[in-house]
């Protein structure tokens, strides 16, 4: 579906994107993760034929995204990050006027409209003028605007960011719906964590312009971090001598705790909870920490993607 060797933008002494070789086959989503300015967007737009490549080259829809600009774009639909659709139209007719724009009849341009307002939940909405809709309902009709002539590839620029997590959940579910019933293939770039690691299988890590990670989320953090099992005592020689019983796992001890690294940690627990307390050294409290595409980055690059919040899935049991 898209294929991409060595593609390069430089803006000034700016390597916004350093050499990327992608390659996605039909059927993907794949969400393009990474910090503010990693060079998702300038990725996308070269993508897209908005702007040109330094170097490099890139295949969309089987054509070249410098030479063949218009055979790109009839089979492409692009959602950039500001909102496409004008204010004092109502939805259906701007939906309307951007078939007509590529090429469809009055009436199949019509018929389009209605299925996609359908298959977006915008049913109530799409009446109405675009200034007066949510930011939620507008971010949907954008992909009903870049979906209107029935591309098979469809880019999306941070979908949800700006939307409040409802409306992010409800977006994604829609994203999600599409790219069922239409077999759509999905680029879409975001920095939200979750949603990478909830609507795409494949998840490609980008930092400074270069991929650093290109696998499904639960690889990548199964490759690079694992799961940690934190196990707590009441005392510290409680734990030192659990630490002896439990040698085979490798585990840090940490005044009352034991922290052991391992892969599918919620199936170890029982086995290693089962020898501590035929051991005799029982212990008080059990926490498995699941790794987060944070974590990834983290690991890979030394720093944080996180914007505040959470980033471990706990689980806290008591025993
Ligand atoms: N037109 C431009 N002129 C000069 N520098 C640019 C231009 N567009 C992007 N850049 C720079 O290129 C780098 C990559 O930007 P880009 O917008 O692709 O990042 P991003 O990963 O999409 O970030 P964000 O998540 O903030 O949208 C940044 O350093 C940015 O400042």
Same mark, same amino acid.
Do not use: H
């Given at each position: 579906m898209m294929e991409t060797y060595g593609l390069t933008k430089h803006f000034k002494d700016v390597r916004a994107v350093d050499g990327i070789d992608l390659n996605v086959a039909p059927g993907e989503l794949v969400a393009l993760l990474g910090p503010n300015g990693a060079g998702k967007s300038t990725t996308l737009r070269m993508l897209t034929t908005l702007i040109p490549p330094t170097s490099g080259t890139a295949r969309v829809a089987g054509f @070249? +995204?410098? &030479?063949?600009q218009r055979e790109v774009r009839m089979r492409i639909g692009y959602i950039g990050q500001g909102n496409g659709a004008g204010h004092s139209q109502r939805g259906r007719d701007e939906l309307i006027s951007q078939g007509r724009a590529y090429g469809l009849g009055v009436r199949s341009a019509r018929a389009r409209a209605a299925t996609l307002i359908e298959s977006l939940g915008l049913g109530e909405v799409a @009446? &109405? &003028? +675009? %200034?007066? #809709? %949510?930011g939620g309902q507008r971010r949907r009709l954008d992909i009903a605007m870049g979906l209107i002539h029935e591309p098979g590839l469809l880019f999306l620029d941070e979908? %949800?960011?700006? #939307? @409040?997590p409802q409306n992010r959940a409800n977006l994604q579910e829609h994203i999600l719906d599409l790219r069922a019933r239409h077999e759509t293939t999905i680029v879409l770039t975001t920095h939200y964590l979750d949603e990478a690691d909830s609507m795409a299988e494949r998840v490609i890590v980008i930092d400074h312009g270069r991929i650093i990670a290109d696998d499904t989320p639960a690889q990548l953090k199964a490759e690079h971090v694992g799961d940690r099992i934190i196990l707590g005592f009441d005392h510290e020689t409680d734990a030192a001598s659990a630490a002896a019983a439990v040698a085979r796992f490798d585990p840090e001890r940490q005044d009352t705790r034991l922290t052991i690294r391992t892969q599918g940690a919620p199936r170890r627990v029982p086995e290693i909870l089962d020898d501590l307390r035929t051991l005799g050294n029982p212990a008080t409290e059990v926490e498995v920490v699941r790794p987060t595409l944070d974590d990834v980055f983290l690991k890979l690059t030394g720093r944080s993607l996180r914007e505040g919040g959470t980033a471990d899935s706990r689980e806290l049991v008591e025993v």
């Open positions: @070249d +995204v410098v &030479r063949q @009446d &109405r &003028r +675009v %200034s007066s #809709l %949510s979908p %949800s960011t700006g #939307l @409040d």
